[in-house]
């Protein structure tokens, strides 16, 4: 089991930047592929980034590649989030995810859920 807890998320100007840190307890964080995914107000929780276990394999939603870098550091338990050049439109509840499946794309394909940061950006 692990335990997911995010922070970095804040107030930004439109074309700024954040990164968000999820840091993970238990002793097989490795072994999860790692999921970021945000949710608007009255919008479905949609996701943004994936990566693999080793880190060696990522994937991006359209609305977001070219702009936000996923990462993570295994000796840290630790997954990123880097967002450049944001917009408006980025505007929700940043939550990062753990699973062990093979499938990634969507929320009901990951077991484990932080809490959530909430990301503002000001146009």
């Known amino acids: 089991q692990v335990q997911l807890v995010e922070s970095g998320g804040g107030l930004v100007q439109a074309g700024g930047s954040l990164r968000l840190s999820c840091a993970a307890s238990?002793?097989?964080?490795?072994?999860?592929?790692m999921g970021w995914f945000r949710q608007a107000p009255g919008k479905e929780r949609e996701f943004v980034a994936t990566?693999?276990?080793?880190?060696?394999?990522?994937y991006y939603a359209d609305s977001v590649k070219g702009r936000f870098t996923i990462s993570r550091d295994n000796a840290k338990k630790t997954v990123y989030l880097q967002m450049n050049s944001l917009k408006p439109e980025d505007t929700a509840v940043y939550y990062c995810?753990?699973?062990?499946?093979?499938?990634?794309?969507?929320?009901?394909?990951?077991?484990?859920w932080g809490q959530g940061t909430q990301v503002t950006v000001s146009s």
């Open positions: 995810a753990a699973m062990t499946g093979v499938n990634f794309g969507l929320a009901s394909d990951y077991d484990y």
């Open positions: 990566i693999s276990w080793s880190g060696g394999m990522t």
């Open positions: 238990g002793r097989t964080f490795s072994s999860y592929r």
